[in-house]
């Protein structure tokens, strides 16, 4: 069993840049690989970022690659989600998600979700 926390969230400008974390229970953390997802109003819920249980693999999403990078911190049992030069349309809640081992892009492949935070960019 997981449990996952998000933090991090805000309101910045067009540009600015957040530090989201996500905070995990357990003590398998380091068998889960770990994916950020985001979902805006009106639509679906969409991949943003994944890392292996190592991290030494990860995978982004088209609309973000240059811009966030995901990493993992197994001693603290986190994973963050650097994001740079943000955007409008970045506006979403975003959530933490693991599954095990193997990183993947599907929201139905990870069984743990954290309640998700609020991250505004304003224009």
């Known amino acids: 069993q997981v449990q996952l926390v998000e933090s991090g969230g805000g309101l910045v400008q067009a540009g600015g840049s957040l530090r989201l974390s996500c905070a995990a229970s357990g003590r398998t953390f380091s068998s889960y690989a770990m994916g950020w997802f985001r979902q805006a109003p009106g639509k679906e819920r969409e991949f943003v970022a994944a890392i292996s249980w190592s991290g030494g693999s990860t995978n982004y999403a088209d609309s973000v690659k240059g811009r966030f990078t995901i990493s993992r911190d197994n001693a603290k049992n986190t994973v963050y989600l650097q994001m740079n030069g943000l955007k409008p349309e970045d506006t979403a809640v975003y959530y933490c998600?693991?599954?095990?081992?193997?990183?993947?892009?599907?929201?139905?492949?990870?069984?743990?979700w954290g309640q998700g935070t609020q991250v505004t960019v304003s224009s």
């Open positions: 998600a693991a599954k095990l081992y193997g990183t993947a892009r599907s929201t139905s492949e990870y069984k743990y």
